[in-house]
Nanobody, 125 residues
Framework: QVQLVESGGGAVQAGGSLTLSCVAA??????????MGWYRQAPGKQRELVAA??????NYADSVKGRFTVSRDNAKNTVDLQMNNLKPEDTAIYYC??????????????????WGQGTQVTVSS
């Protein structure tokens, strides 16, 4: 089983910065984490992708491009999200996400998605 443990949320004023960190722990085969990233969900809205790094490259939501930077350490199974110039509309619960891929002869390619428990980010105007 894999657990994603997040840290770094909090409350800041508009224009401020925060860094979110996430570490994947548990039974993780080497190089089996295909994608790691961050999603967020604001009250009354659907969960949306913020930023992710995977085999397909690095993806950012249009709303955070130029302000947020996602980085990953494959050796440590961690992913960070540096958030600068935060805006009130960035207020949400941020969730770490990881997609693990394991290929075996018996079962073929198996993809499993994991989520962290979420960390609150609040930006005041």
């Amino acid at each position: 089983q894999v657990q994603l443990v997040e840290s770094g949320g909090g409350a800041v004023q508009a224009g401020g910065s925060l860094t979110l960190s996430c570490v994947a722990a548990g039974t993780i085969f080497r190089n089996s984490i295909d994608t790691m990233g961050w999603y967020r969900q604001a009250p009354g809205k659907q969960r949306e992708l913020v930023a992710a790094i995977g085999s397909s490259g690095i993806n950012y939501a249009d709303s955070v491009k130029g302000r947020f930077t996602v980085s990953r350490d494959n050796a440590k199974n961690t992913v960070d999200l540096q958030m600068n110039n935060l805006k009130p509309e960035d207020t949400a619960i941020y969730y770490c996400n990881a997609i693990l891929v394991v290929s075996t002869i018996e079962r073929g390619r198996q993809e499993t998605t994991y989520w962290g428990q979420g960390t609150q980010v609040t930006v005041s105007s």
